[in-house]
């Protein structure tokens, strides 16, 4: 074994080794077990809430396949349609081209090139994360098999009733010239204005007046509404205003949606530039005038004036023409929400357009009541009633979207614009008896992305074909996944597996939050405090790190403001950490629905994890190889109560280990092992193994039994460990299983560690518990009177019971050892003890004498020095958090922080001015 341990030097290579090997793929015996990946972005690069989320996907997986399921996790990309069609449009515009110049066929054939030779990079990332997908069935939602799922659903959908077109609003982006979905959408708090206007009343008799923060929709005003309870204007109520800037009169309507409180309490109304002025519209039966173009620019329905005039440049032009009409009454300072495009970051506008809807209400009644009768169950539940909330008030869904790259809509026009929908035209004319002379015209439009991903969990199983695969695996066992998704994608796989497979698509859906940094700010390029899982992984050097995070933008403002805050939050760049480090600390973090806060030095610690099971593995081995290790179990072994004790302990954990991983507390899961590796194991049970391993008078077969405890265990904990930390443990169980007699081809191929009540040892627990109470006594006193680990000591015991007077002499060995004692002497309960440091182990006085041990007066002197020192800090703390300045100015993270520095030198104060108490008696 190398002395130190490098991840770089292990990782790829048994990744390559499994996925070589086939391991991923299921396995054809046990119970089926089936996971699918929430498919990634072809165009996609792996971020930390990838591979938090992929790392707890993969511990289920890996635990579940050692458990002896037979285990699948479905591999696969989503097209992103706007996303990829982006990507590819921009690389056409470095040479000078648009998608239009090439056509749609070309352009299609130039983004399967594209995805070819650079898609699926995030694919690559997820395998250095050490994912156990099952790349040998990998499936992408626009290959032909998901292609012909999304046509035989749409298709039959639209015989149902249940898929329409139909003219409606919808969020539009003007720069891609498509209908986007409200994930899409991405609103954020801006500056903006708010202009109250004035509205003349049809006969003269006075004004209304009105607030908006967009002037230019005023064009397509179809009302003004008022409250039906506001006594101000209900003598108007069915009166009309004549529209400024336009020969149009429009009516006074009352409606409850007015807030009478807010502006003046008259409300423009217009129907098709906002989603409640269009519902309004639908309840008062108003016309519905679109006044933009598909660029957001003013259409043939506005007066000539304002018409080809951007929304903005109108915006400026009817402000003016409406200050020169003496009707502009004010315009105030104004915060608004501003809906822009997550890709072109243009702002959205809705939109009234001809769009295909699917009618969502009958297919979410039975989604509500799987999830309401249990069938469906959520951790943590409280997503249920998100879930529910969402659904009782869904809205139909719009499917369509103006681009090219995606399923194409499979409807066809004749020349009357009458539709045919079908697989494709040959079946549309049989279907619907057309002549061959007349001319078909194939739809357009796409499907919005989510369409063929609601299909994911039985499509990439091969339906609609009824496959080995789909029969084995649907419903699969559980969806892990982040909340923001729970609309978009979660309840559209249950509404559409519920109709297309007459059962739900998952049974527990398994919900993680934000990863955040380590002060709960969401990650950011521009507050240079985001992570990629890949630095973290191999390292990056800070020049290296700034610019990566720079090249290529745009704008020198912005590529400023990254590099000065990525040099401000990583100013020594990314230490490598390697990838079992990173998956422990996501796991460590992993509590059930709460964002996570990522904090490098929580990996780093993670990492002396590894470290200390690499040397602990080092030391069981070179204690081990070449010795008779009882691993035929031929011959008899002897186990000391170390031995004892650790395979009583190891017992109790598997069965903890057992109960997080089905209530997916990987957090638990985790810090269980964590504390039995490092602590029970390497800090306790290692060195209990010494006083018999280097004991010249030990028997063969005691040094057999604690040799073979030494690898059975660490074996035992190389198998527990393997699903959170799986390049690690692979390694480290090829060195240590054959010494054990345990023989395969992978770790990962054997079973997963089950409890033996037969090994369970109380006595041996309880007696170990007792023995470390004395030896840590022992380390206590030598840590307060600072006395050097290397001295040997003597010790007096006294008010103990029998069983600790047996307990003494029995361990006589062990304590000799591990707490560097020359001599134990029993004192008689009656028997005067010289002037001792005391500790206790139960009733039991531990005495050391310090005739000799101690300069007294050096100690007098080293301890008062200390608590002189930590005065001052305490002095400092205490002025910060007295002064209102600071505690109203500073950052919470950094009120914590001096709060928790407080407390600690509190509490290191009053541990010293009690030594120097002790000092005082001796």
Known sequence: MDTKYNPQSIEQHWYQ?????????????????????????????????????????????????????????????????????????????????????????????????????????????????????????????????????????????????????????????????????????????????????????????????????????????????????????????????????????????????????????????????????YEIGKRHNLDIINVLTIDAKMNDAVPEAYRGLDRYEARKQIVNDLEAAGLMVAVQPHKLMVPRGDRSHSVIEPFLTDQWYVKIAPLAEPAIKAAEEGDIKFVPENWAKTYFEWMRNIQDWCISRQIWWGHRIPAWYDDAGRVYVADDEQHARQKYHLADNVVLTQDEDVLDTWFSSALWPFSTLGWPENTDRLKTFYPTSVLVTGFDIIFFWVARMIMFGLKFQADVPFKEIYIHGLVRDGEGQKMSKSKGNVLDPLDLIDGIDLESLVKKRTTGLMQPEMARQIEQATRKHFPDGIQAYGTDALRFTFAALASTGRDIRFDTGRIEGYRNFCNKLWNASRYVLMNTEGHDTGADDRLAVELSLADQWIISALQELV??????????????????????????????????????????????????????????????????????????????????????????????????????????????????????QVILGVRRIRAEMDIAPSKQLSILCQNGSEEDQQRLVGNDNFLKSLARLASITWLESEQTAPESAAALAGDMQILIPLAGLIDKAAEWHRLSKEIDKINKELAKCENKLNNPNFVERAPAAVLEQEQQRLADYSGALEQLQGQLEKIKVL
């Not at 999304?150 to 329409?164: A, N």
């Not at 964590?674 to 800090?683: L, M, P, S």
């Open 655 to 772: 069965q903890t280990i057992h109960k997080h991983f089905k209530q997916y507390r990987f957090d638990l899961a985790s810090q269980a092992l964590y504390d039995f590796v490092w602590n029970e194991y390497c800090d306790w049970y290692l060195e209990f193994s010494k006083p018999v391993i280097n004991n010249d008078a030990a028997s063969e077969a005691a040094l057999r039994g604690t040799r073979q405890t030494l690898l059975r265990v660490l074996e035992t904990l190389l198998r527990l460990l393997h699903p959170i930390m799986p390049f690690i443990t692979e390694e480290l169980w090829h060195k240590v299983a054959p010494l054990a007699g345990i023989h395969g081809d992978s770790i990962m191929l054997r079973s997963y560690p089950q409890a033996d009540d037969n090994k369970t040892n109380p006595n041996a627990e309880a007696e170990i518990a007792w023995l470390k």
């Open 17 to 277: 080794q499994w996925e070589t090997q086939d391991y991923f793929s299921p396995s054809g015996v046990g119970q089926p077990y089936c996971i699918m990946i929430p498919p990634p972005n072809v165009t996609g690069t792996l971020h930390m809430g990838h591979a938090f989320q992929d790392t707890i996907m993969d511990m289920l997986t890996r635990y579940h396949k050692m458990q002896g399921d037979n285990t699948l996790w479905q591999a696969g990309c989503d097209h992103a349609g706007i996303a990829t069609q982006m990507v590819v449009e921009r690389q056409l515009a470095q040479e000078g081209l648009s998608r239009h110049d090439l056509g749609r066929d070309a352009f299609i054939e130039r983004v399967w090139q594209w995805k070819a030779h650079s898609g699926g990079r995030i694919t690559q990332q997820l395998r250095r994360m050490g994912s156990a997908l099952d790349w040998q069935h990998e499936r992408f939602t626009m290959d032909d098999g998901l292609s012909e799922a999304v046509k035989q659903v749409f298709v039959q959908l639209y015989d149902e009733g249940l898929i329409y077109r139909g003219k409606r609003l919808v969020n539009w982006d003007p720069v891609l010239h498509t209908a986007v979905s409200d994930l899409e959408v991405i609103s954020a708090e801006e500056n903006g204005a708010l202009w109250h206007m004035r509205y003349p009343l049809a006969d003269g008799s006075g004004s209304l007046v009105v607030a908006t923060t967009r002037p230019e929709t005023m064009l397509g005003d179809t009302a003004v509404a008022v409250h039906p309870e506001d006594k101000r204007y209900q003598h108007l109520i069915g009166q009309k205003v004549a529209l400024p800037l336009t020969e149009r009169q429009i009516p006074i309507i009352a409606d409850d949606y007015v807030d009478r409180e807010f502006g003046t309490g008259c409300v423009k109304i217009t129907p098709a530039h906002d989603f409640n002025d």
